[in-house]
């Protein structure tokens, strides 16, 4: 048999033509694709789009990666093909079941190769390799496409709320008129006291459920925008009117999505659980499934239940002294007075369920729907199922509520600014620096 381990014939006996045709088509597509990126990236740029600029360059950057760990495979798959291992230690923690390990080996001719010959068996066969690298390729291309979703959802979402920016200045929520000495409270104002007035009265069990299940229905409601947006702009903008919150909001939530299309180190951490999970009989992915499904519940309560809290302060708490609204910035509402622990979850849900899809697509294209890996159906339709839906709930509903809530904590995100006075607030603060250097230096040389 030619090639033994089943390589087939090598490049030397095979015609030139076949060669140039496959590398002008493999070229060709990458060119295609470098070319669409760079166009896009040069269209965020001119448009003033940094962050997603940004993001894209993030996505770029893991695809250069999940390439680099394609190439390592090829170009070490000829020494890990040959370590050799008895065959009973591939016997244990399998995809399938051992029987049809067995019936598969039965009904495919021996093949005699490097390891056959020492009666041994090989680590990663050349076979499983090739199935890794597209496993590989399918991870990536899943990811692009979930990650473009949900910029794309989530910017949907945050668009619908401009026209609750008109109405507040068409409908008479004028906010010079809230800030005036004659109102001294928010609470006075009819539209926010018919929405919060009361809301601190209800049970604790009753909030907490009202916050679960409005996540569905409802994930932010013109009167929570009103309510967050009044006491935004007494926080940061000392009651002016004229701020452009929804334009903020966008700039907020692109800033955020640049921060969980990334794959961490801590991602490829559990990518490795995962697959080493995957054994038959445990039905680890379809249990695994509902973890992200789980803490995008936990999530979303929490920034409902916060939403709420940051409202009704608002709206009863807060006094209204001499025409200015008293508002204290707090984190204490989060997890840990941390904020940044829900981004962190909200990002390992979208990579965790990206990856969950990424194995599907794999499994059903490389190995058919019926194969033993894939599963019974049973739990295969809920795990898709599960899959759409956080899709849709993270990129729709949570990543654009977390971008509201998270402005008023303790500290303010710079995307506040417009990014041509961020770049002016950076070069103020880094001459600031230099000149507090000189002048430290100069001191010094005077002693």
Known sequence: MAGGEGEGMSLRFTPTWVVAAICTVIVG?????ERLLHYLGKKLKKAGQKPLYEALQKIKEELMLLGFISLLLNVFQS???????KESIMEHLLPCSLSDKREALDSKPKIEGYC??????PLLSLKALHHLHIFIFVLAIVHVTFSVLTVVFGGARIRQWKHWESFITKDNFDHSQIFKPKITHVKDHDFIRGRFVGIGKRSTIRGWLHSFFKQFYGSVTKSDYVALRLGFIAKHC????KFNFHKYMIRALEDDFKKVVGISWYLWVFVVMFLLLNVNGWHAYFWIAFVPFILLLAVGTKLEHIIIQLAHEVAEKHEAIEGELIVTPSDGHFWFHRPKIMLFLIHFILFQNAFEIALFFWIWVQYGFNSCIMGPKGY?????????????MCSYSTLPLYALVTQMGSNFKKSIFDEHIQAK??????DAKKKTAHIGGSYSDSY
């Open 79 to 85: 020494r890990i093909v040959k370590i050799c291992v």
């Open 380 to 392: 295969i339709i809920p795990r898709l199922i599960i899959g759409v839906i956080i899709q849709i």
């Open 116 to 121: 056959a010959e020492k009666d041994k068996v």
């Open 29 to 33: 597509i990458s060119l295609a694709l």
């Open 238 to 241: 000392r009651g002016n009117p």
């Open 425 to 430: 607030v950076v070069g103020w603060a880094q």
